[in-house]
T-cell receptor, first 111, second 116 residues
Framework: DAKTTQPTSMDCAEGRAANLPCNHS???????VYWYRQIHSQGPQYIIH???NNETNEMASLIITEDRKSSTLILPHATLRDTAVYYC????????????FGQGTTLQVKP | DAGVTQSPTHLIKTRGQQVTLRCSPI?????VSWYQQVLGQGPQFIFQ???????GRGNFPDRFSARQFPNYSSELNVNALLLGDSALYLC???????????????FGPGTRLLVL
């Protein structure tokens, strides 16, 4: 399974855009990039996923580089409620749907 | 629409006891996966069931078992509890088994198990 590398922690000012990077240099052509977040003691919340094109939904935007070796999750206007651990996961096509979580990035949104 | 539900929300057991955790998937979802999250770490995959058959198993001892019912709900059983089994147990559901890589898994709120 492709390994991802994320910064351990990041700060962001409330109202500003939060840009969370993720490196996945060993990603294969048929592997999707998924982002989840986990607010303290709750279940992980799905945010967005993509294969090669940039994606946007009501929560965030996902920018994937042309070589697919890295991606950035963008929260356009961060609020205090966006404080959470953000996980970048590369999802391989296989006989199972298992997700392999790393340590993630702890995003602290400050007033 | 109801999301993934899990019961109970919290549980306290003593070493050596057995525990059963329950999960109801999102309506229409046929796959259920179980994860264990120890404090300070990311969730770790335990099992996946799809159409009542086991599709995947993580690196967990045989004390852990699961099953899926005809209505696609699922139970996770842990026997002979150890202190190290204290964790948040998460259930996730998806429409397919995930082989294509794009079926999104949606997580429930989890069951927090404390083993004393």
């Amino acid at each position: 399974d492709a390994k991802t590398t994320q910064p351990t922690s990041m700060d962001c000012a409330e109202g500003r855009a939060a840009n969370l990077p993720c490196n996945h240099s060993t990603i294969s052509g048929n592997e999707y990039v998924y982002w989840y977040r986990q607010i303290h003691s709750q279940g992980p919340q799905y945010i967005i996923h993509g294969l090669k094109n940039n994606e946007t939904n009501e929560m965030a935007s996902l920018i994937i580089t042309e070589d697919r070796k890295s991606s950035t999750l963008i929260l356009p206007h961060a609020t205090l409620r966006d404080t959470a651990v953000y996980y970048c996961i590369v999802r391989v096509r296989s006989n199972t749907g298992k997700l392999i979580f790393g340590q993630g990035t702890t995003l602290q949104v400050k007033p | 629409d109801a999301g993934v539900t899990q019961s109970p929300t919290h549980l306290i057991k003593t070493r050596g006891q057995q525990v059963t955790l329950r999960c109801s998937p999102i309506s229409g979802h046929k796959s259920v996966s179980w994860y264990q999250q120890v404090l300070g770490q990311g969730p770790q995959f335990i099992f996946q069931y799809y159409e009542k058959e086991e599709r995947g198993r993580g690196n967990f001892p045989d004390r852990f078992s699961a099953r899926q019912f005809p209505n696609y709900s699922s139970e996770l059983n842990v026997n002979a509890l150890l202190l190290g089994d204290s964790a948040l147990y998460l259930c996730a559901s998806s429409s397919g088994f995930g082989g294509a890589g794009y079926e999104t898994q949606y997580f429930g709120p989890g069951t927090r198990l404390l083993v004393l």
